[in-house]
């Protein structure tokens, strides 16, 4: 089987969901070719600037020009921070996607409150509408990322994708 060709887009405030990001490059890209992107406001902001545009549903802020076009890739995994009701940056990304139809798509968030279910399934509609299907979700609580106690997490997150991504590509050659 021909390996999947992999684009990991993240947003990362704190750094938490880097080092989430990056522990998934390091378990899916022995199989795989992975191209990683990290989505980065053009403008920085202070934490309370943050909040408050996290607060206001589909807000957006200008991003450094980063991947967006899906058309050389089988798989999207796209990670963030769960803030309040949205993250403004990703919300900037997920209007450029371009080519996404048929493809597939992963989600991981970090989050150090509640209601991180609701949040992924937000963002996971977000990614539907544009034509890409879910095949998987994992929320990491910021204090696990902190202890490191989220490898055994990431590596059943990881071995899924690939079970569930070589049964597709299995289905579409029958």
Same mark, same amino acid.
Request: aromatic letters at 8%; one cysteine or more.
């Given at each position: 089987?021909?390996?999947?060709?992999?684009?990991?887009?993240?947003?990362?405030?704190?750094?938490?969901?880097?080092?989430?990001?990056?522990?998934?490059?390091?378990?899916?890209?022995?199989?795989?070719?992975?191209?990683?992107?990290?989505?980065?406001?053009?403008?920085?902001?202070?934490?309370?600037?943050?909040?408050?545009?996290?607060?206001?549903?589909?807000?957006?802020?200008?991003?450094?020009?980063?991947?967006?076009?899906?058309?050389?890739?089988? #798989?999207? @995994?796209?990670?963030?921070?769960?803030?309040?009701? =949205?993250?403004?940056?990703?919300? $900037? /990304? %997920?209007?450029?996607? !371009?080519?996404?139809?048929?493809?597939?798509?992963?989600?991981?968030?970090?989050?150090?409150?509640?209601?991180?279910?609701?949040?992924?399934?937000?963002?996971?509609?977000?990614?539907?509408?544009?034509? #890409?299907? @879910?095949?998987?979700?994992?929320?990491?609580?910021? =204090?696990?990322?902190?202890?490191? $106690? /989220? %490898?055994?997490?990431? !590596?059943?997150?990881?071995?899924?994708?690939?079970?569930?991504?070589?049964?597709?590509?299995?289905?579409?050659?029958?």
């Amino acid at each position: 089987m021909s390996h999947l060709r992999i684009l990991l887009v993240f947003f990362s405030w704190t750094g938490n969901t880097k080092a989430v990001a990056e522990e998934i490059k390091r378990n899916i890209s022995n199989n795989n070719k992975v191209d990683t992107s990290e989505i980065q406001p053009k403008k920085t902001r202070r934490y309370i600037t943050w909040l408050l545009l996290s607060l206001l549903p589909g807000s957006q802020v200008k991003i450094k020009p980063t991947i967006n076009d899906l058309s050389n890739y089988d #798989l999207l @995994i796209l990670g963030c921070p769960k803030w309040a009701l =949205s993250s403004p940056p990703i919300n $900037e /990304y %997920l209007n450029s996607l !371009k080519r996404c139809k048929r493809r597939m798509s992963a989600v991981f968030i970090t989050f150090g409150g509640y209601d991180e279910k609701r949040y992924l399934l937000k963002l996971e509609n977000s990614l539907e509408k544009k034509g #890409l299907q @879910i095949i998987d979700r994992l929320a990491i609580r910021r =204090s696990a990322v902190k202890k490191g $106690e /989220y %490898l055994k997490e990431i !590596k059943s997150f990881c071995l899924n994708i690939e079970r569930i991504t070589n049964q597709k590509r299995l289905n579409q050659v029958q």
